[in-house]
Each structure stands twice: as C-alpha cells, then as structure tokens.
Nanobody, 124 residues
Framework: QAQLVQSGGGSVQAGGSLTLSCAVS????????MGWFRQAPGKEREGIAS????????YYDDSVEGRFTISQDNSKSTVYLQMNSLKPEDTAMYYC?????????????????WGQGTAVTVSP
C-alpha cells in the first residue's frame, strides 16, 4: 500500500509560481500512475495533471496546459507539480494521488492512494 505525503503550497500573487511535492513510500513511484488533483470550495475534485509510470510525458487538463508541469524523481520517490503563471482561479486544495493502473488518467475515481492535501491561494 502506497503512502503519499505532500509539501509545498501556500499563498502567492497572480502571475507567481509555486511548486508542490509528493513523496511516495510503500510502492515504487516509477511503477505508478501519479496524478495531481484540485478541489475548490463548492466544486468537485478535478484532475489537472498526470504522469505515466516512468514516462517523460505528462497529461494535462486544458485549464493548466502550458502553465503547470508534472515531473517525478524516481531516486527520491517524489512527484512534483511546478505551477507558473498562477491565476486566482487556481485557488484550491491540491492533492497528489497514485494508481498502479488506470484507464482514465485525470479521473480521481481511478486513484486509490491519496496525499493529505495542501492549500494554494492565489490573490489578484
């Protein structure tokens, strides 16, 4: 069973950058689908980025394409989400998640393992 511990996040002004980290234990990250999700108040949790096992290519929701980058460091068993050009509408709780296999990379229902969440607030 995988355990995920998140770090990073915080408050930033619009146009700024933040990096989220997700340290994975109990399962080799290079054999997992890793995803980043977010949930704004009153909204459903949505998938924003995913990376396939040891691949170099990330999958992104249109809302973050070109601004966010998902990456992983297998030596550190850690997945990152680099967030640039942040907008107020990016304000949400952000979660990392892991799945041994899945059919839909950005569907939160496909991921059995979750981090504790970290808040990101972007002010105008």
């Amino acid at each position: 069973q995988a355990q995920l511990v998140q770090s990073g996040g915080g408050s930033v002004q619009a146009g700024g950058s933040l990096t989220l980290s997700c340290a994975v234990s109990g399962y080799p990250v290079r054999f997992m689908w890793m995803g980043w999700f977010r949930q704004a108040p009153g909204k459903e949790r949505e998938g924003i980025a995913s990376i396939y096992r040891d691949a170099r290519v990330g999958y992104y929701d249109d809302s973050v394409e070109g601004r966010f980058t998902i990456s992983q460091d297998n030596s550190k068993s850690t997945v990152y989400l680099q967030m640039n050009s942040l907008k107020p509408e990016d304000t949400a709780m952000y979660y990392c998640a892991a799945a041994p296999s899945l059919t839909s990379a950005l569907d939160p229902m496909e991921y059995p393992y979750w981090g504790q969440g970290t808040a990101v607030t972007v002010s105008p």
